[in-house]
Structure formats: structure tokens, C-alpha cells
């Protein structure tokens, strides 16, 4: 008798994979990379840092294999610049980053700590080392955001999270030019009563394009008793209209359970910003923050996730 669930990612047995204790200069807590492989096969990891402050920047790790031997910027990769963006005075937090062909770029989308809550912004670069910032592009409060890798009839396309109430939904914006942004539409809601994710829901890495669509990893978070649980589960969005959700899985698929994930600054939390596929276009390796705290490392397949939720 099979009376266990399928495990849909393996973790690293030697999680977490990078700590604040691994940095060259003094930080509280190493989280949520966007995460990204350069063309000599590098993978890169945008970081959030958070120092004894509270607030975040972004500094980049590098190996050669995705798994260890990380060589870790002696300094912030990308520090808040709040004289010339304002919107960036309590720090950036939780890179996306997507490669943008047409543009032969680099496009990070960022959380810009506002005085009035979270906002979505974007920079631009081809080294990560230098950045060219457009801004904010959804004002507060808004997060979990990434853009979708070319146009979509014509306009560039951004997922993202807006919070006009007590539960918080995943929307889709278009822009013909990157920086004015409109056709806003809602295109999942958080669903309600005692599901897994109740109270508010969000993207967690960029969209994955499949032959059968755009694959989805997002968290969902429950509030209990006890606070909150974040935990992920996947959607497919259709090619052409990726306003129109295909399907969404009924339960989640992975979620807090080691002593890494379970207790930190936030208990309970897993949130990965971002991924690498192998070059068998189907192993994924997930990079996600684990409570807040640290950066560990889980792997899977694009197939089996498809079929998964082809069976929810």
C-alpha cells in the first residue's frame, strides 16, 4: 500500500546551501534568490540580504555547478538608492530575474520597500554588475513579480500580486513599453475557508514555458492558530492568452518540513524566486529561501510536475 505523497522536488541533502555565515561582510540573513544561468553555465544567485537594520539589498553568488563552491560578491551587488528612487528608503527585497532575448538582457524585477508598503520595480542588466534602473512600475501595495521572457501580442507581459483587501490575489499587466502599464487583469484568486491557501496566494518563481503552457510554481499561504504557512503549488497558463488559466492544483506540492524551513526569522516558509533547467530541458533546480534565514536547494522534473497537475 502507497500511502505517502509524491515528492515532487528532492532537497539537497546538504541543505541549506548558502547561510548568512558564508558572507564576506556582516549580515543577518541570506533569502529568496532570483536565480538565473549565465552563458558560460554559471549559475548565478541574486540574494536578498537583509542586515540588523531590517532592511534588504541584493548581492550575488556564483558556482559552477549550481550546488557549491560559491564565490560570493566582496560587496552589495545592487544597494536601495532611495536619493534618486525614493520608493527604495526601506530597502529591495525578492529578485525575479528573466532573460529577455529581444532585449539581449537581463530583467530583474524587484520589491522596492516604500514608505506606503511594498512596490514593484525593474532594472535592467547584462553583467550584474552594472544596472539600469526604470523604477517603480505598480505602486504599493504589489510584489511577487516577473516578467514573462517575450511579448504577448505585441506587449510585454508581468505577473504580479497587488493587495486591495485581507486576502491577496495573482494578477497580469501588459505594457508596450516596459514602464507604462495596463489591461490589468485578474487571473487567479486565493480561495477561501480552511484550503492551503486561503488567505493569500503569489507568484514564487518566473512562469516555466512548456509546450502545454506556462507552468506556474506559486505559495499559498494558511494562517492558523499558530501564524502562517507558506507552501507551493502549481498552475498552467494558456501560451497565447496567459490571462487564461488552464488548471491549478487542488493541493500543494511542497512545503515547510525540516528543522531549516520550520524555524528562522519567519517559521514555516518556503519561497523560491527562481530556477535553472538542466540541459535535458526537464530537471528544475529550485532556489528558495527557507524561513527566512538561509538558501537551500531542491530538484525535480518539468514532466512529472505537469503530470501531477494534470492529475489534481
Same mark, same amino acid.
Request: net charge negative; no cysteine.
Given at each position: 500500500m502507497n500511502n505517502k505523497y509524491p515528492e515532487l522536488f528532492k532537497r539537497y541533502k546538504q541543505n541549506p546551501i548558502l547561510t548568512a555565515a558564508d558572507w564576506t561582510y556582516p549580515v543577518n540573513s541570506v533569502f529568496n534568490p532570483g536565480v538565473t544561468l549565465l552563458q558560460d553555465g554559471t549559475t548565478l544567485l541574486l540574494c536578498r540580504v537583509e542586515d540588523r537594520n531590517g532592511h534588504s539589498h541584493l548581492t550575488s553568488a556564483r558556482s559552477a555547478n549550481? +550546488? @557549491?563552491? %560559491? +564565490?560570493i560578491d566582496a560587496k552589495p551587488t545592487l544597494m536601495p538608492d532611495p536619493e534618486n528612487f525614493p520608493e527604495? +528608503? %526601506?530597502?529591495i527585497e525578492d529578485p525575479r530575474i528573466t532573460w529577455i532575448p529581444e532585449l539581449k538582457k537581463y530583467a530583474v524585477v524587484y520589491t522596492a520597500y516604500t514608505r506606503d508598503g511594498p512596490g514593484v520595480a525593474l532594472a535592467f542588466t547584462i553583467d550584474f554588475h552594472r544596472f539600469e534602473r526604470y523604477g517603480i512600475i505598480m505602486q504599493p501595495e504589489d510584489k511577487d513579480a516577473a516578467l514573462l521572457p517575450h511579448c504577448i501580442g505585441g506587449n510585454w507581459a508581468l505577473i504580479h500580486r497587488p493587495v486591495s483587501s485581507a486576502r491577496a490575489h495573482i494578477w497580469i499587466s501588459y505594457s508596450p513599453d516596459l514602464r507604462h502599464w495596463g489591461s490589468h487583469k485578474l487571473i487567479m484568486e486565493a480561495r477561501h475557508g480552511s484550503w492551503w491557501d486561503a488567505n493569500k496566494i503569489g507568484l514564487s518563481p518566473p512562469l516555466i514555458e512548456t509546450p502545454k503552457g506556462w507552468l506556474m510554481i506559486y505559495h499559498g499561504v494558511k494562517q492558523n492558530a499558530a501564524g502562517c504557512i507558506y507552501r507551493l503549488g502549481l498552475a498552467l497558463f494558456d501560451l497565447k492568452k496567459p490571462e487564461l488559466c488552464l488548471k491549478r492544483s487542488n493541493e500543494w506540492m511542497f512545503g515547510p518540513q525540516e528543522p531549516y524551513e520550520k524555524e528562522g526569522d519567519v517559521n514555516k516558509v518556503v519561497f523560491p524566486c527562481g530556477y535553472t533547467i538542466a540541459s535535458d530541458g526537464d530537471t528544475i533546480n529550485l532556489y528558495y529561501g527557507a524561513a527566512d534565514m538561509s538558501i537551500a536547494l531542491a530538484t525535480g522534473s518539468i514532466k512529472e510536475l505537469l $503530470? %501531477? $497537475? @494534470?492529475?489534481?
Open positions: 549550481g +550546488i @557549491d563552491g %560559491w +564565490i527604495e +528608503i %526601506w530597502g $503530470l %501531477w $497537475l @494534470d492529475n489534481q
